[in-house]
């Protein structure tokens, strides 16, 4: 080996390590409570009792300046069914998602209930195997998914196993709310699936839930004015 070889791989050897460094004692802590504050990592949500023994968690959350009754809407509309999941639509559908993008409340769509399929893309593709199943549906107060096997586990008096992602809404003043989203996971089955968790999974979901719940503030805040203006007869 050339001593210009070695010294490449040992300035790549350098790079790679700080970078682990910097990842693991900084960014991943911070996009994983990304938002949060220390009460509500540490508190209960509705949903945690379906998935009592974690081994992996994250929570996400931002303030709405809006009701938890203006917010809620939102929430039962998400799903490759409906208005999407308030994303990087063109990304999602770069992997075959066929994902809409809807931006304003449907009448005709009812709230979702319990047991019913939430579709994260087009049934047409991976088997129709994307999909989750609405486990916990509490009206402007919680809405929590599980994969199919973790709802045939439940349904037998079992816990979930596999994973679990779940939304709150917390009022913590007049017409202003604290979203705030959770996932749940169980450990990971090969090195090749931790490794991909850390470096792939992790970050994305990190990218796409934050684009989500900001969404979400956006669109929840955007109709709360509208309805005040008129509630004054300014349009």
């Not at 350098?14 to 009460?39: D, E, K, M």
Request: a positive charge; proline letters at 8%.
């Amino acid at each position: 080996m050339t001593p210009r070889r070695k010294g490449i791989l040992l300035v790549g050897a350098i790079v790679f390590a700080t970078w682990n460094v910097a990842y693991f004692s900084i960014l991943r802590s911070w996009h994983q409570r990304w938002g949060a504050t220390p009460a509500e990592l540490a508190a209960s949500l509705p949903g945690d009792a379906l998935f009592p023994e974690t081994t992996g968690q994250v929570t996400h959350a931002v303030t709405i300046n809006a009701a938890p009754e203006e917010v809620w809407p939102w929430l039962m509309q998400i799903g490759q069914d409906r208005s999407g999941f308030y994303s990087y639509t063109p990304f999602e559908n770069m992997f075959r998602c066929e994902m809409p993008k809807v931006e304003k409340i449907v009448p005709e769509w009812p709230a979702r209930v319990h047991g019913e399929t939430v579709w994260f893309c087009t049934p047409k593709h991976y088997g129709g195997s994307g999909k989750m199943i609405a486990a916990v549906v509490d009206p402007q107060r919680a809405f929590a998914m599980v994969p199919p096997e973790d709802w045939q586990r439940i349904q037998a008096g079992g816990v979930a196993e596999e994973g679990l992602w779940e939304f709150a809404l917390q009022p913590v003043g007049p017409r202003q709310t604290r979203l705030i989203a959770r996932v749940r996971g169980g450990p990971p089955k090969s090195v090749t699936q931790h490794l991909a968790g850390l470096f792939f999974w992790e970050p994305a979901h990190f990218v796409m839930e934050r684009k989500m719940l900001l969404t979400i503030k956006k669109l929840a805040e955007r109709d709360a004015v509208i309805r005040s203006a008129q509630s004054y007869g300014l349009r």
